[in-house]
């Protein structure tokens, strides 16, 4: 239930949005930081305070699933099926775009992002504005998003005109991006809705890119996203201990983070950070834990890699996103 005081800001919020403000608002996923979609001066201020480039292209989240045909046109039938099986929630669906919808939203593609947020602030401000609203994650562009309204404030502070404090994101990871557009379903962004899951309600194999689908499709394609400042190194569970015996005085302390068991003891100045063994709460905890690094003056974050089940997929991608790798 939203407070009465939480609605207040919440219309506070869609007025500042329809004077062309920024507002950082809580989803499930992450922070978002939005803008009137249809506003090009707003959502061009995103780009240039997140110093994201403009061919990066933006989600525009939305109230109902029946404004789908306001922003797309020769909607796929399977939009409508993953739309009622999965909306409001983590996915982000990529269809054609209509002809009114500004190309700074969408980089100059034909298509567009669009997703209903399960969060019940993000509902209810847009609701309340009545329109698209355009909103990345909240963060500097490559840079960890945020899952809380402190990190959105450490990361981009005055340049927000509003924060909207609705808590901890509950999924903690981006949304799933799942491209529409063509007779082929393509996921472009994987995310805490698998493959898996679409491809029993669609009743079809589905095809996954792997970091070689342009940037001009999907908002995360960038090779390096996702990352802490610290250097960031992603190592299979049976390279750590030859690692830690390599280490010299001079690269220490590093944060070493774990989800399986060690029975070996850890050598001085190498700090180690249980993480869950359940992939829902190790993306819930992840972008924090990562952010928390960050501040802790490491020489270096060490993460050990997760599982190959399919519910760990999304995980993965932010981990090899996060250290840069392939």
């Given at each position: 239930m939203i407070r009465q005081v939480m609605f207040d800001r919440i219309k506070q919020a869609a007025a500042l949005l329809h004077e062309g403000k920024l507002v950082a608002f809580p989803t499930e996923t992450v922070y978002g930081l939005g803008a009137d979609a249809m506003n090009e001066a707003a959502v061009s201020r995103i780009f240039?305070?997140?110093?994201?480039?403009?061919?990066?292209?933006?989600?525009?989240?939305?109230?109902?699933?029946?404004?789908?045909?306001?922003?797309?046109?020769?909607?796929?039938?399977?939009?409508?099926?993953?739309a009622?099986?999965?909306?409001?929630?983590?996915?982000?669906?990529?269809?054609?775009?209509?002809?009114?919808?500004?190309?700074?939203?969408t980089a100059g593609a034909a298509?567009?992002?669009?997703?209903?947020?399960?969060?019940?602030?993000?509902?209810?401000?847009?609701?309340?504005?009545?329109?698209?609203?355009?909103?990345?994650?909240?963060?500097?562009?490559?840079?960890?998003?945020?899952?809380?309204?402190?990190?959105?404030?450490e990361e981009l502070g005055g340049a927000v005109d509003l924060i909207l404090d609705g808590g901890a994101c509950e999924v903690g990871l981006e949304s799933t991006i799942i491209d529409l557009s063509c007779e082929q379903p393509i996921i472009l962004r994987p995310g805490m809705i698998t493959a898996k899951a679409i491809a029993e309600v669609l009743n079809m194999r589905l095809i996954v890119t792997h970091q070689d689908a342009p940037v001009t499709r999907a908002p995360g394609m960038h090779h390096v996203h996702y990352a802490p400042e610290t250097k960031t190194t992603i190592l299979e569970t049976s390279e750590i201990n030859l690692f830690l015996q390599a280490l010299q005085l001079e690269e220490l302390p590093?944060?070493?983070?774990?989800?399986?068991?060690?029975?070996?003891?850890?050598?001085?100045?190498?700090?180690?950070?249980?993480?869950?063994?359940?992939?829902?709460?190790?993306?819930?905890?992840?972008?924090?834990?990562?952010?928390?690094?960050?501040?802790?003056?490491?020489?270096?974050?060490?993460?050990?890699?997760?599982?190959?089940?399919?519910?760990?997929?999304?995980?993965r991608d932010r981990l090899y996103k996060a250290s840069g790798s392939s």
């Open positions: 240039q305070v997140k110093k994201r480039p403009y061919n990066h292209p933006v989600i525009v989240h939305l109230a109902d699933i029946n404004e789908l045909a306001d922003w797309a046109i020769d909607i796929s039938p399977f939009a409508y099926q993953l009622k099986a999965f909306w409001p929630g983590p996915l982000s669906i990529l269809l054609k775009k209509q002809p009114h919808v500004l190309d700074v939203v298509t567009i992002g669009l997703r209903m947020p399960h969060h019940p602030v993000a509902q209810a401000l847009l609701k309340e504005f009545g329109s698209g609203i355009a909103a990345p994650s909240a963060n500097r562009f490559t840079h960890i998003s945020p899952t809380t309204a402190q990190a959105v404030y590093i944060a070493l983070v774990v989800w399986s068991s060690f029975s070996a003891p850890f050598p001085a100045n190498v700090h180690v950070i249980p993480m869950p063994t359940s992939a829902s709460s190790y993306a819930h905890d992840l972008y924090q834990t990562l952010r928390s690094l960050d501040t802790g003056y490491y020489k270096q974050i060490v993460i050990e890699n997760t599982p190959m089940h399919v519910e760990w997929e999304a995980i």
